[in-house]
C-alpha cells in the first residue's frame, strides 16, 4: 500500500529543467494499479499528451482539483 506522503508530487517545488523527467520518472516508479498525486499551479494537460505520446494509454489521469490556483491530478497506472 502505497503512503499518503509518497505519493504527492509537488512540481511546483522542480526547477523547469527537471519537471517533466522527475514526473516521468515517479510514474515508471508505480506498479499496475499505484497512483500519484501531481500538484501544479498550471493546467498541466500538455504533459498529459506527452505520457500518452511517449507511454501510450496505459494510465488515468483524473482532476481532483482544477484551478484556478490549484491543480491536483491524480496519475493511475493501468
Request: aromatic share 12%; no cysteine.
Amino acid at each position: 500500500m502505497e503512503n499518503s506522503n509518497t505519493n504527492i508530487l509537488n512540481a511546483t517545488l522542480l526547477h523547469p529543467s527537471i519537471k517533466h523527467a522527475t514526473i516521468f520518472a515517479r510514474y515508471d516508479e508505480l506498479k499496475p494499479g499505484e497512483h500519484f498525486i501531481l500538484h501544479n499551479d498550471h493546467d498541466p494537460k500538455p504533459l498529459y499528451y506527452q505520457l500518452v505520446q511517449q507511454k501510450g494509454e496505459v494510465f488515468t489521469w483524473e482532476y481532483l482539483e482544477q484551478g484556478p490556483e490549484w491543480y491536483k491530478i491524480k496519475i493511475t497506472k493501468k
